[in-house]
C-alpha cells in the first residue's frame, strides 16, 4: 500500500511539473513575439516603420562612454515558420539620395550593427541594436546624421517587403550631446591668442619648453590634451603648417626673412592616447642639417593636430608654432660647413692605387692637389693629394715620399714641393666671436714663409704664407707645428664673407694631415 501511495505521488508530482511548464513556455513564447498559430507560408520581411526616412526617438537612446544604441524594428506579416537568419548591410548610396537639411551621411564604422538577426520559429518581430559612435556624432556636431541599413538574403525561401526592406534613419546630433559633453584634442601648451602664437626658442629657454637637440635632430616635445571624459584609445596625426607660417610672416608676428622649411626636413609621429587617458606626449623632430642649411635665417616650423580618429580638434589650440634662433641656441656650428670629419668623403680619387683622392666640399688652387697619376696607357689620371686614405681618411698636404713607381703609367701619384697649397671653405657668417679649430696628426717646422698654417680670412679666398699678418690678409692664424689642437678665434663686427681653412708650403719628405675641424661661435644674448 505505502508502495503504491509513493508512486501515485510520483505521477501527480510529474504531470503537474509538465503542466506547469507548459504555461511557462507558452507565457514566454507570447513575451517574445510568438502566436497561437503559425501558417505554412513563408512570412513577409519589412521594417516596422511608417516611413523610409525616421527620425531616432531620443527617448529610444542608451548612451555609452563611446558611442549610443537604439533599437530598430523587423516586423513579419504573418509569424515565421521556421527559425531563420536575415543579413544587415549598410546602404550609403540610399542614405544619400535622401534630402534632410543640414545633414552629414555616414558610413561604417561610425555606426554599426550586427552582420545578421536571428528570427525565431513563430514570431512576428524582431529589435536589434544599431550603435552610432559618440566620435561621428561630435565630429559633426550641430548637423543630423543620415545612414541607411537594407535586409538582404532571408535563409530558408523566407521573402522581403521590397518596398519596406530598407530604413533611412536621421539623428539630431544636439539631441543626444549636448556642447558641455564634447571632446576636444587640444596641445596645453598651444596659445589661443592668434597674435601670441610663437614660441621663441633660444638656449636658456629650450628645457622649459622640452626641447632638446643632438648631431642629427632637433626635438620637441609637446602634450596633446582630451576634453571630456576619456574613452577608447585614439589616434590623431601631427602635420607640418608651413600654410600658419607663411601667415604669421604676412601680419609681421614672425620675423622678415624667417626660414620656411618643407616636410622632408620633419620627422612626424601620429600621437596615440591609451585606453581611458586624457593626454599623452608627442615628439616632434626637426633634421638639424635642414636647420643649418638656413643658417644664419631664423627657422619657423608649426605643428597642428590633424584628423583624429575620433572626436574633433580644438581650432583655438590646435598648432604650435616654434621660432628657432640659432645665433642663440647653437655654440657649435660646424654644421655650416662641408665635410668636416672622419670618415672624410671625396670628389674623386686616385684609380690606380686609391689612397690619394681630391676631399669632396671643399675649395683648392692648383698646389692643393699636386699629386698626379697615371692610367696604364700614360694618360692623366687627374691631380690628387688634398684627402688621404690612410688613418681612417684625413685631410692632407704631402711632399716626397715618393714610391719608387711614383708617375709611371698605372703607378703611384708623383709628390712634388708644395707652395701655397690651398684647402678651404668660403661662408657667410653673421657678426659674433668664432673659433676655428683643426685637430691635426702631425705638422711641420714654420717660419712665416713655409710650413703649414690653419687660417681665418676676410672674402672668398685665403692668402699666401708669407702675407702680412694684418687683419686685412688674416682675420685667424695659426701654425700647425706639431700634432693636437690647433685653434684661433676672430671677430666680426658685421656680416661679411669668411674663407677659413690650411695653407702651406711644403718640400721634400713633409706631410701636415688634419682629422678633424670645428667652428663654435658665442651665443648672442
Known amino acids: 500500500m505505502k508502495t503504491l501511495y509513493k508512486y501515485d505521488t510520483q505521477l501527480v508530482t510529474g504531470i503537474c511539473f509538465l503542466f506547469v511548464l507548459t504555461l511557462t513556455f507558452l507565457c514566454a513564447c507570447k513575451r517574445e513575439g ?18 523610409l526616412v525616421n527620425a531616432v526617438n531620443a527617448g529610444d537612446i542608451t548612451k555609452g562612454d563611446d558611442r549610443i544604441i537604439f533599437p530598430v524594428r523587423i516586423a513579419l506579416e504573418n509569424p515565421a515558420n521556421s527559425t531563420f537568419t536575415v543579413n544587415l548591410q549598410p546602404e550609403p548610396q540610399l542614405a544619400t539620395s535622401q534630402t534632410v537639411a543640414n545633414a552629414t551621411v ?45 535586409l538582404t538574403n532571408p535563409s530558408k525561401s523566407q521573402k522581403l517587403d521590397e518596398n519596406k526592406k530598407s530604413v533611412v534613419f536621421t539623428l539630431n546630433t544636439t539631441d543626444v550631446a549636448k556642447i558641455d ?39 620637441i616635445k609637446a602634450q596633446v590634451d582630451l576634453g571630456g571624459k576619456a574613452s577608447r584609445g585614439f589616434r590623431t596625426a601631427i602635420a607640418y603648417n608651413a600654410d600658419t607660417l607663411k601667415t604669421l610672416i604676412a601680419k609681421g608676428l614672425l620675423p622678415a626673412g624667417t626660414a620656411i622649411l618643407t616636410n622632408a626636413a620633419l620627422d612626424l609621429n601620429d600621437v596615440y592616447l591609451d585606453d581611458y587617458k586624457s593626454s599623452a606626449i608627442v615628439e616632434m623632430r626637426v633634421n638639424i642639417d635642414s636647420i643649418f642649411a638656413k643658417f644664419p635665417s631664423k627657422v619657423a616650423v608649426a605643428f597642428t593636430l590633424s584628423n583624429p580618429e575620433k572626436y574633433q580638434v580644438n581650432a583655438a589650440k590646435s598648432t604650435m608654432v616654434y621660432l628657432i634662433d640659432p645665433l642663440r641656441i647653437f655654440s657649435d656650428i660646424t654644421k655650416v660647413l662641408k665635410n668636416t670629419s672622419q670618415p672624410f668623403k671625396t670628389s674623386t680619387i686616385d684609380p690606380n692605387q686609391g689612397r690619394w683622392g681630391v676631399l669632396a666640399g671643399w675649395l683648392f688652387n692648383s698646389q692643393g692637389n699636386t699629386h698626379q697619376s697615371y692610367s696604364l696607357t700614360n694618360e692623366l689620371n687627374g691631380s690628387y693629394g688634398s684627402f688621404d686614405n690612410n688613418n681612417s681618411t684625413q685631410i692632407a698636404f704631402e711632399s716626397g715620399f715618393a714610391a719608387a713607381d711614383a708617375g709611371k703609367p698605372g703607378g703611384s701619384p708623383t709628390t712634388p714641393n708644395i707652395t701655397n697649397g690651398k684647402i678651404y671653405q668660403t661662408i657667410l657668417l653673421p657678426a659674433g666671436t668664432y673659433k676655428f679649430d683643426a685637430n691635426a696628426r702631425g705638422g711641420v717646422t714654420t717660419d712665416n714663409v713655409k710650413g703649414a698654417y690653419s687660417v681665418a680670412a676676410i672674402g672668398t679666398n685665403i692668402p699666401d704664407i708669407a702675407a702680412p699678418t694684418t687683419p686685412a690678409n688674416f682675420i685667424g692664424r695659426v701654425a700647425i707645428n706639431g700634432a693636437g689642437s690647433k685653434s684661433f678665434t676672430f671677430t666680426l663686427n658685421a656680416t661679411a664673407t669668411v674663407s677659413m681653412g690650411f695653407v702651406a708650403t711644403l718640400s721634400g719628405n713633409q706631410s701636415v694631415n688634419i682629422s678633424g675641424v670645428t667652428l663654435t661661435r658665442t651665443l648672442n644674448p
Open 34 to 51: 510568438f502566436v497561437d498559430e503559425v501558417s505554412s507560408s513563408p512570412g513577409v520581411l519589412k521594417f516596422d516603420y511608417p516611413s
Open 106 to 150: 555616414i558610413n561604417f564604422p561610425d555606426f554599426s550593427m550586427p552582420q545578421s538577426v536571428e528570427v525565431r520559429f513563430g514570431t512576428k518581430n524582431v529589435i536589434f541594436n544599431v550603435a552610432v559612435s559618440a566620435s561621428a556624432i561630435e565630429r559633426n556636431y550641430g548637423k543630423n546624421l543620415v545612414f541607411a541599413v537594407t
Open 181 to 219: 559633453e564634447l571632446h576636444f584634442l587640444s596641445f596645453t601648451a598651444a596659445a589661443s591668442n592668434p597674435n601670441q602664437v610663437v614660441t621663441q626658442l633660444t638656449s636658456p629657454n629650450l628645457a622649459a619648453n622640452n626641447v632638446s637637440f643632438d648631431n642629427t635632430g632637433f626635438s
